[in-house]
């Protein structure tokens, strides 16, 4: 059974401090991995993707992944109110003959306090 | 405008009775995917398709059915077998031929068994 583990939180940050989410995932084959960010009562929406150990970076958003030690992390600089939302981290496994899945965490709910 | 168009928004339904809840997408995406959302939870796949005319079991398929008979509609049906379908039902879709494999979401549909 993949998983894939998030903190649900609730994450309070002040506005304009860096706000940390992190994730492990259990299957080690996994190749991708994506960010989505989904406020309530909506659907997710995607951030970020990030294939590659080390950094990337995307305006305030920086993904971080460390494959041997299973763990992606997204990092929001200068927080805003309106990042107030959960965040869903997903990892990509492949389900053979081309296809794949996306294994989702349940979301860590972050609340960016003005 | 291109997209994901999920309908209805809000769905009702009597305790015994098949629902079927509509996906269309004019992104010109080859594969589609049913997910389930329940109250602090990740999604879980239901079904997913690749092709016309193929779909394959996601990790909760039991209680529900789909066809893919066109390439931009992807509907499922929630039946009654299915023990507990109150849940937000998010309906996705990928380009088989991008560089970053991700799913963009329609908006979802909310589905409450009375």
């Known amino acids: 059974q993949k998983e894939v583990e998030q903190n649900s939180g609730p994450l309070s940050v002040p506005e304009g401090a860096i706000a940390s989410l992190n994730c492990t995932y259990s299957d080690r084959g996994s190749q991708s991995f994506f960010w989505y960010r989904q406020y309530s009562g909506k659907s997710p929406e995607l951030i970020m993707f990030?294939?590659?150990?080390g950094d990337k970076e995307d305006g305030r958003f920086t993904a971080q992944l460390n494959k041997a030690s299973q763990y992606v992390s997204l990092l929001i600089r200068d927080s805003q109110p309106s990042d107030s939302a959960t965040y869903l981290c997903a990892v990509k496994s492949d389900s053979g003959a081309g296809s794949y899945q996306l294994t989702f965490g349940k979301g860590t709910k972050l609340s960016v306090i003005p | 405008d291109g997209g994901i168009t999920q309908s209805p928004k809000y769905l009702f339904r009597k305790e015994g009775q098949n629902v079927t809840l509509s996906c269309e997408q004019n992104?010109?995406?080859?594969?589609m995917y049913w997910y389930r959302q329940d109250p602090g939870q990740g999604l879980r796949l239901i079904y997913y398709?690749?092709?016309?005319?193929?779909?394959q079991k996601g990790d909760i398929a039991e209680g529900y059915s789909v066809s893919r008979e066109k390439k931009e509609s992807f509907p499922l049906t929630v039946t009654s077998a299915q023990k507990n379908p109150t849940a937000f039902y998010l309906c996705a879709s990928r380009d088989l031929a991008g560089v970053g494999n991700e799913q963009f979401f329609g908006p979802g549909t909310r589905l409450t068994v009375l």
């Open positions: 990030i294939y590659s150990n």
């Open positions: 398709s690749q092709i016309v005319n193929d779909f």
């Open positions: 992104l010109n995406h080859d594969a």
